[in-house]
């Protein structure tokens, strides 16, 4: 999980980390591990139903997000409102398919991560 991957990368477990991290100055300070450099940039994005006929983010005020805890899609998340003076519930799960899954059945009306994994998630909607 995410919760675990820098966990297991320190204990050697693993040798390498290659998936959506995001390289942080305190993930560059704190946990002792290298980065080699950016494989591919991406950044936040929400996704929302077109029935519910939001344009922007900015419309978002209120709304119930979906997210993955222990991520800095969870610390985006809380700063963009933050920045913007809008309120926000998460509902929070500990891995990526349990929010997919929580968005699908209508348990939040947003759901946020990196743009490419919306992107991949979209597509398997029917």
């Not at 990368?9 to 290659?18: H, N």
Request: proline content about 0%.
């Amino acid at each position: 999980t995410s919760q675990e991957r820098f966990a297991a990368l320190s204990a050697g477990e693993i040798d390498i980390l290659s998936r959506t991290t995001t390289w942080t100055m305190s993930r560059d300070t704190d946990l002792g591990i290298s980065f080699l450099g950016t494989m591919y940039y991406d950044g936040q994005a929400f996704m929302v139903r077109k029935a519910d006929g939001i344009n922007s983010a900015l419309e978002l005020s209120g709304a119930a997000i979906c997210l993955e805890s222990g991520t800095t899609t969870e610390l985006n998340a809380a700063d963009y409102f933050a920045a913007n003076g809008m309120e926000f519930n998460t509902v929070v799960f500990v891995d990526q398919d349990e929010v997919v899954k929580a968005y699908e059945d209508g348990r939040c009306d947003v759901y946020t991560t990196d743009g490419s994994a919306l992107a991949a998630e979209r597509s398997k909607f029917a």
